[in-house]
């Protein structure tokens, strides 16, 4: 990986595996969500963890939950996106500057979109709850760099799967934990959140790789063939 335009988000040798675990997550949003559909109280997995409405975590717990919170948050996450899409253009990597941002907004979007259809609340009538939209968006900006990363410094197929899960599964459980210390979401929201983001990062990679070679396909075209046309006078 070069950081050309042209370079892959989704390294190919990635492929295979992450497709596998987009499909497996997909099918764990859609089971929990069948689950707790119209529930407004956490369930049995739920309290295997922690009773999220106790709200028990304490000073100095509380200020890291808080902090990691905010990176969830509207300013928080937009300082993460610009320091990554600056990264990515600075590199004049326009392809995955373009990732960053697809694949961050489609997590987030997913989480909107799933949850008026399952209709799970906290706190009250008005608070959609599944899936986290905080734990989804903190995941999918770990994968996005993780593949970033994977694919910059030409890592294998063993070692790229194991940074981009590790990534995936620490940064979704560190924004999960805060979300269920705050008592903004249960611990199965956070856990949908962060397979809605294991779900749609991958397939979101794949189609910026397939429309952005798509688009250099018809650009080249373009150029040879205004090239005969030319030689041909």
């Not at 949003?29 to 707790?36: D, E, I, S, T």
């Not at 119209?38 to 709200?55: E, L």
């Not at 990363?149 to 590790?166: C, E």
């Amino acid at each position: 990986m070069t950081g050309r335009p042209a370079s892959p988000v989704l390294p190919s040798s990635l492929r295979p595996w992450l497709g596998s675990v987009a499909a497996l997550a997909a099918l764990v949003v859609v089971v929990l969500g069948v689950m707790y559909a119209g529930h407004s109280q956490s369930g049995t997995v739920d309290r295997w963890f922690v009773q999220p409405t106790a709200d028990s975590v304490r000073p100095p717990w509380r200020y890291a939950a808080l902090a990691t919170d905010f990176l969830g948050e509207p300013a928080g996450a937009a300082v993460l996106v610009l320091a990554a899409v600056t990264g990515c253009l600075l590199l004049r990597w326009l392809r995955a500057a373009v990732f960053v941002g697809a694949a961050v907004c489609v997590a987030v979007g997913a989480t909107m979109l799933i949850k008026p259809l399952v209709g799970r609340t906290i706190h009250g009538a008005d608070n959609l709850s599944y899936p986290s939209g905080h734990t989804a968006f903190l995941t999918a900006y770990a994968l996005v760099v993780a593949l970033l990363v994977t694919g910059r410094l030409g890592l294998g197929r063993a070692a790229g799967v194991s940074l981009v899960l590790t990534a995936a599964l620490v940064t979704g459980a560190a924004m999960g934990w805060a979300q269920v210390a705050l008592s903004a979401h249960y611990p199965t929201d956070a856990l949908g959140g962060l397979c809605t983001a294991l779900a749609v990062v991958p397939v979101t990679a794949w189609l910026v790789d397939r429309t952005a070679d798509r688009t250099a396909d018809r650009a080249e075209r373009r150029v040879a063939g205004a090239g005969h046309r030319q030689a041909r006078r």
